[in-house]
T-cell receptor
Framework: KNEVEQSPQNLTAQEGEFITINCSYS?????LHWLQQHPGGGIVSLFM???GKKKHGRLIATINIQEKHSSLHITASHPRDSAVYIC?????????????FGTGTRLTIIP | GAGVSQSPSNKVTEKGKDVELRCDPI?????LYWYRQSLGQGLEFLIY????????KSGLPSDRFSAERTGGSVSTLTIQRTQQEDSAVYLC????????????FGSGTRLTVV
């Protein structure tokens, strides 16, 4: 069992729909990251969370430390949001800088 | 520089040859990471440099893999006697300091071993 699990693996939605991608992890962490990878493109860091909620434009990320769960939400989705979204964690206490990654969620937004 | 720069962007090499992949992190970023993304698989950690500390090499898959970081800036990942299973996208990332400042990723080097 992976330390970081994402769901769904694939998600197709119509433009404008509200999108939720989930991430569960099984170890203690110091931080959780949401990353975006466009086809053939590099990786962009969207959020880093250790508690609570963060918002950037149409993107919202939440984390529940007690439940070891995080969600990434996209409001008013657009075709340019189509990408692979990757959840990653820094396992253990502070000082562990290595990332452990989920396998990603492939999001496709249809116009 | 403005971002993390990796070169080459693509590399095709024959099995058994050595390759060098380069990463130029954001100026001032003291932490540098190498990750690998194999086809159909997720990302995996390879090696981590932080300032002048000894690197964390715990993710290197075999002794054919090595990396160095000169002057706390540019890093080179070397793969000796390449094998087909080494084919992957090799990603470099840097961060300002330790966890807490987020990561900036390079666009990667796609390595194909034929």
């Amino acid at each position: 069992k992976n330390e970081v699990e994402q769901s769904p693996q694939n998600l197709t939605a119509q433009e404008g729909e509200f999108i939720t991608i989930n991430c569960s992890y099984s170890v203690g962490i110091s931080a959780l990251h949401w990353l975006q990878q466009h086809p053939g493109g590099g990786i962009v860091s969207l959020f880093m969370l250790s508690s609570g909620k963060k918002k950037h434009g149409r993107l919202i990320a939440t984390i529940n430390i007690q439940e070891k769960h995080s969600s990434l939400h996209i409001t008013a989705s657009h075709p340019r949001d189509s990408a692979v979204y990757i959840c990653a964690v820094n396992p253990g206490g502070f000082g562990n800088e290595k990332l452990t990654f989920g396998t990603g969620t492939r999001l496709t937004i249809i116009p | 520089g403005a971002g993390v720069s990796q070169s080459p962007s693509n590399k095709v090499t024959e099995k058994g040859k050595d390759v060098e992949l380069r990463c130029d992190p954001i100026s001032g970023h003291t932490a540098l990471y190498w990750y690998r993304q194999s086809l159909g698989q997720g990302l995996e950690f390879l090696i981590y440099f932080q300032g002048n500390s000894a690197p964390d090499k715990s993710g290197l898959p075999s002794d054919r893999f090595s990396a160095e970081r000169t002057g706390g800036s540019v890093s080179t990942l070397t793969i000796q006697r390449t094998q087909q299973e080494d084919s992957a996208v090799y990603l470099c990332a840097s961060s300002l300091d330790r966890v807490g400042y987020g990561y900036t990723f390079g666009s990667g080097t796609r390595l194909t071993v034929v």
